[in-house]
């Protein structure tokens, strides 16, 4: 099996590829000081379970969970014992171990990988996510003009009370409603929510930085929520 190791510690990631070294079963094939480095090397390699870490910078254990489409079989490795319930909310996670992490300990948990049966769930099972739109526009009501706004040409839309502001390459419009309503007619492949305020064309980002991405000139915060998703949809290098 080949298998990965996150962990933001040296330390912790050298014991774990020694406790991995010592089992047959397992070739470590990559180790990463956080999960967004891990997020690139995934798509190109074939990994069949991943020693994850809970709390790290930049997105932690859980929410690099959240941008895996595919998840393969995980363990989870960590000092903080109050996730345990959580984590076994996920039928991919195997295992639960607690540093320090003791040979024995450890080869329980090879017992539970070479016993343990899961099959990912695909793309193609995954509702909305990369679907092809059927329609490439839609027409908003603006003083009882119906005006055509193509998907491609939207950046943000912002709700403002009982209203939506949607802003385009070229104009602004406000329109009576609520981003709940636009946001089942907008496509998946485009678009996605980061804020409970805000909608956007995630194909439009011209940076990240922090909590917050900049489309044009306009600067849209992320809710920590959110964030993982984003992350996932983003073509990492």
Sequence with gaps: MNCIIIDDELTARAIVAELCESCEDLKVIGQFSNAVEALKFLPHHQVDVIFLDIHMPMLTGFD?????????????TTSDTNFAIAAYSYPFIVDYLVKPITHGRFQKTMVKLQ?????????????GVGAVPKE???????????????FKDILLIEAKGDYIEIKTTESFYRV?????????????SLFMQIHRSYIINYTKIIDIQDNSVLIERNVIPISRSNRPSLMQRLNLL
């Design 115 to 127: 016993h343990t049966e899961y099959a990912p769930v695909t793309d193609e099972e995954r509702e």
């Design 136 to 150: 490439d526009h839609l027409y908003i009501n603006i003083d009882r003009r119906l005006i055509k706004l193509k």
């Design 176 to 188: 009576h409603s609520t981003l709940k309503k636009i946001r089942e007619k907008l496509p998946q």
């Design 64 to 76: 690099f969970i959240e941008t895996l489409q595919t998840p393969p079989r995980i363990v989870l």
